[in-house]
């Protein structure tokens, strides 16, 4: 019963989350000379409920797309599970907001898990609409970091210096966003027989394997093209041109040409895997940029 419970919230993605949330901040807001909202304390806090809430998250979308389902975990169970997570998510979110003086953000930890909820409601069949909704989520948690961890009493050099690290973590966001759909677009192909039998309403069922194929090559290049033209913008700076062309454009160069030759389910679970390798190498350069700024730039 708990290995059913731990596959249904999706744990693996939870804690990829937090990893990134504490990557993020040791990386762009942490060693930079200037104090900033959160303390890594607080932070751990704000993962709880994140996950905490996210966990609940993918109880609730379970209960609803799974009505006459029958699994080890009962769906009261999942039921009473959900409730209990968002409560103590919740919980966790309004006190650590009280915590660092911003009450007020604790509508985020009371607004978000109603949307989600209403959402997984009213919307239990898997569409391309919730790919990109699920797409959003860990992008999403970035900026609400950045929102909660403000820096504090900076200098006008300070300022200058944490306006480019928002950018280089926007840049961060619109990337893990497009290749996050295009993810989700490749995971629906190689499920197209499964969700057409369960009459689910993905893009490969409603437009077909190779329309679908060319919508996820069409954002694939959007993307790789964008990551591209933040290389050149840092050209004249050798070591960040060559680390985004060396961890970014060439393996988005790469999953692209795999995607074009891509015909047969095997190609796409290929690909897939591929995909986990591009996102240690994005990762890779997170800490990478971040050194660099930090010791040798800043």
């Known amino acids: 019963m708990n290995d059913t419970f731990f596959n ?76 209990y997570l968002m409560f103590i998510g919740i919980i966790v979110g309004l006190s650590l907001s009280i915590k660092v003086n911003k009450p007020w953000y604790g509508l985020i930890f009371i607004v978000c ?18 790919n990109i909704v699920t797409s959003f989520l860990k992008p999403f948690a970035l900026l ?27 840049g961060y966001v619109i990337v893990s966003f497009l290749s996050n759909i295009v993810i989700e677009i ?9 969700d057409n039998l369960n009459k689910q309403n993905t893009l490969p069922v409603l437009l077909g394997r190779k329309r679908a194929k060319n919508i996820a090559l069409m954002l694939s290049i959007i993307g790789c093209f964008f990551v591209f ?20 454009t060439i393996p988005e160069l790469y999953f692209i040409y795999r995607l074009m ?22 990762l890779l350069s997170v800490p990478t940029i971040a050194y660099y700024i930090k010791y040798v730039i800043n």
């Open 229 to 248: 033209s933040i290389a050149i913008a840092f050209i004249k700076n050798k070591f960040i041109f060559s680390t985004i062309m060396l961890l970014g």
């Open 8 to 83: 249904i919230i999706q744990w693996k993605k939870i804690l990829y989350f937090i990893f990134i949330l504490f990557l993020f901040k040791f990386s762009f807001l942490h060693g930079y000379g200037f104090k900033t909202t959160l303390s890594f304390l607080d932070l751990g806090l704000l993962s709880i409920s994140s996950a905490f809430l996210l966990a609940s998250g993918y109880l609730t979308s379970f209960f609803f797309r799974s009505p006459q389902k029958k699994t080890r975990f009962p769906l009261q169970k999942v039921k009473e599970a959900s409730f």
């Open 113 to 130: 898990p109603v949307i989600v909820y209403l959402y997984s409601k009213n919307n239990t069949q898997k569409t391309f609409f919730s």
């Open 186 to 194: 490749i995971i629906d192909i190689i499920n197209v027989n499964q």
């Open 144 to 170: 609400t970091l950045w929102w909660f961890d403000f820096p504090l009493n900076l200098s006008i050099e300070q300022w200058e210096l944490f306006y480019d690290l928002q950018l280089i973590t926007i």
């Open 261 to 282: 030759i891509a015909s047969e389910t095997k190609d796409y679970q290929i690909l897939h895997k591929i995909s986990y390798l591009n996102f240690f190498f994005a």
